[in-house]
């Protein structure tokens, strides 16, 4: 039986690869996710026939139907724009889940008093133990303070304190030191209370983690943590000498991590930049002063200059997802159409608080895929765009971060609306973006600022075109 | 010690397949490639149905085995559901207005 169990491990270990690989193009990404949930299933179902172990349905049965309801009520339920929470919430379920594995064996190892037949290598599986709690501990945290900050729960600005990341690199430390520790002195009388110890500090250090970091970089935290909590899971793995544990957990921690960098590359940024600068919100440091003023556009106005565009570019940010702009967005870009316009919409990849936001909430308002521009293909076009509109976003088209050497972002990889022959700017204030800085495009004279909500601005410009 | 090390190799050779699998991954992809892999990530579902499983370890490593099973079942049943409705919306753009 165990034998026949470890084959079909090795046949869902297999289904999962086929799933990460069918993701990544958009023809397959669809039979993909399906392809690796079969996976999951066969895991699923191949364990609870391992009788040798499992010797009481009772508490299985129940888990599973409350948690299967509880994700399945989630999932539907929730609104495209809530998506980036809902997956920071499920990651760091995730997360919990591998650390209480974790712990549940630790437990089962103290009862048994770590004999030697469940337990042939104790100092390995006290070690392993603590990486599980450890990772899984930090991702749990760090995936609650995340979605707190991106359902607008807490602030998204960065909170620091004096010596915090010499403080956090002080704990991290000495969660190593007190691991190695444990794994030596498993069968010490206060290893309990060590282990309980080691779960506080990495619970603590999740949260001490993430608010440091601004809402502006949270593409790049929550890809990390779902990187984080794939290793959690394998860790768990080694816990339990389970190899499709180890291999899933690998894949999602790995492919994670590959995320993570693309998107740190979109800031021209490292992973430890992001992590250690508190910057993404409230740094205001460096730059040049701009000159000139902002100067604002009536929607009347705005709509005879968009009567006569023959090309527009759609530039959206999180400010379209937060004011739920997207179908309005799609409305106008279809009047633009029928009014002849040519009508794309640039992408920024690091636009929004998760990677691909954006992409999201035009896919969920039926906006036709060719219409959807990365980066790099929209800006040689831009000098011919009659009309940018950039709506809610801001950083991303911040041309100082293309000329203005001393400023924070300089570097960046930015959308070039500021070519564009006018670029009509939608804002709720006067504010500056998440990263803090003042944005040199509202000071350009080809630059117009339409105040007020995304959504009413947009669903105004609509009304004017029918009239 | 033989199966530690086997394990280990497990690891090592997952880790560079996960790096070459999805080394080029167009960018309106890039929400559901990770609540997808974030779905896998709840992997650790067949540890949780160990734990609550057993009687041998006692109650109480049974309970948190309970919790860990409620919890990576709403991580997959959730993740794959939501990674599903959004590929959804992707493939609607495909066919003609």
């Not at chain 1, 270990?13 to 069918?22: A, D, H, N, Q, W």
């Not at chain 1, 593409?219 to 984080?228: E, G, M, Y």
Request: charged share 10%.
């Amino acid at each position: 039986m165990e034998g026949f169990i470890n084959l079909a491990y090795i046949v869902a270990s297999i289904l999962f690869i086929f799933g990460i690989k069918m993701l990544g193009s958009a023809a397959t990404a669809r039979r993909g996710n399906l392809i690796s949930s079969l996976g999951m299933l066969l895991a699923v179902v191949v364990t609870l026939l391992n009788r040798q172990v499992i010797t009481s349905y009772t508490l299985i049965a129940g888990g599973l139907a409350l948690g299967a309801l509880i994700g399945f009520v989630a999932a539907k339920r929730v609104q495209m724009t809530g998506m980036p929470e809902l997956v920071a919430l499920f990651n760091g379920f995730g997360g919990l889940a591998s650390l209480l594995v974790g712990w549940a064996e630790f437990t089962r190892a103290q009862n048994l008093q770590w004999a030697e037949a469940s337990f042939p290598n104790p100092s390995f599986t006290a070690f392993v133990i603590v990486l599980a709690i450890l990772i899984g501990g930090i991702t749990f945290t760090g995936s609650l303070v995340a979605y707190l900050k991106l359902s607008g729960k807490v602030s998204g600005k960065p909170t620091n304190f004096p010596g915090q990341n010499a403080f956090n690199a002080v704990l991290f430390l000495a969660l190593l030191g007190m691991g190695i520790f444990l794994a030596m002195s498993y069968d010490n009388g206060a290893a309990l209370t060590l282990f309980y110890t080691i779960m506080g500090i990495a619970l603590l250090l999740g949260v001490l983690g993430v608010i440091p970091i601004g809402g502006g970089d949270m593409p790049v935290v929550i890809s990390f943590l779902n990187s984080c909590s794939g290793l959690a899971a394998a860790a768990a793995g080694f816990v339990i000498l389970n190899n499709v544990l180890i291999v899933a957990g690998c894949l999602v921690g790995a492919s994670g991590l590959i995320l993570t960098v693309i998107m740190c590359k979109a800031m021209n940024r490292t992973l430890g930049n992001v992590f250690f600068s508190g910057f993404g919100g409230a740094s205001t440091k460096g730059g040049s002063k701009v000159e000139g003023e902002m100067k604002a556009i009536t929607i009347e106005d705005a709509y005879y200059v968009l009567e006569a565009a023959k090309s527009v570019v759609v530039v959206p940010g999180y400010g379209m997802a937060v004011a739920q702009a997207q179908h309005a967005v799609k409305e106008l870009g279809e009047i633009l159409e029928d009014n002849g316009a040519e009508i794309r919409y640039a992408i920024h990849p690091v636009a929004g608080r998760m990677p691909g936001h954006m992409n999201v909430l035009l896919a969920e308002a039926d906006v036709p895929y060719e219409q959807l521009c990365e980066m790099d293909a929209v800006n040689p076009l831009m000098q011919t765009v009659d009309v940018a509109i950039v709506i809610g976003a801001n950083d991303v088209v911040n041309p100082a971060a293309a000329e203005d050497e001393s400023s924070a972002i300089y570097g960046m990889p930015i959308i070039n609306v500021h070519e564009a022959k006018t670029v009509f700017a939608l804002k709720r204030g006067q504010g500056a973006g998440f990263s803090g800085l003042v944005n040199a495009l509202f000071f350009r004279p080809n630059c117009r600022m339409l105040y007020g909500d995304a959504k009413a601005t947009v669903s105004s410009l609509v009304t004017q075109f029918d009239d | 010690m033989e199966a530690l090390i086997l394990l280990l190799f497990i690891f090592v050779l997952a880790a560079f397949l996960g790096f070459e699998l999805i080394a080029k991954v167009p960018s309106q992809l890039h929400t559901p490639l990770m609540s997808g892999s974030n779905a896998i990530s709840g992997i650790t579902i067949v540890g949780a149905l160990l734990a609550s499983g057993s009687t041998e370890s006692g109650p109480f490593a049974q309970w948190l085995g309970f919790a860990a099973l409620v919890l990576a079942s709403i991580n997959v049943v959730g993740g794959y559901l939501v990674t599903d409705r959004m590929l959804g919306m992707f493939k609607k753009k495909d066919q003609p207005k």
